[in-house]
């Protein structure tokens, strides 16, 4: 190895993670709340994959809204919650997506 410590090294990791943390927090724009919608799935069945896809096609749904032809959505998941047991047998999934369109959406 080289002259350098592990004391150096980890210090210069330090100092690595903690610039790489600060860069996508400064670089990153949040969408403008009335340019960004929301969009809920839920599968009683337990499966976060229906309920994402219900999700997703809401989503969908609304990509033409306007009358664009070529929207594009970008989406993130944005809360997953769920219950499971109790006397009834919960086994339910619940998720959010937030998304946004280019174009932008038409203002409602």
Known sequence: MSNISRRNLLA???????AA??????AAEEPA???ERT????????????????????LSGDLGAGGVADGLAT????EVTGQLG?????HSVKVKVTATR???WPKK
């Not at 210069?12 to 903690?18: D, S």
């Not at 989406?75 to 944005?78: E, H």
Request: aromatic share 8%; glycine share 14%; hydrophobic share 45%.
């Open 12 to 18: 210069l990791a330090g100092v690595a993670t903690a």
């Open 21 to 26: 943390a600060a860069v996508p927090a400064q």
């Open 33 to 35: 709340k009335g340019k």
């Open 39 to 58: 969009y809920e799935g839920e599968s009683r069945a337990g499966k976060l994959d229906e309920a994402l896809s219900q999700a997703l096609g809401k």
């Open 75 to 78: 989406w993130k998941l944005a």
């Open 86 to 90: 109790g006397f009834a047998g919960f």
């Open 102 to 104: 280019s174009p932008d």
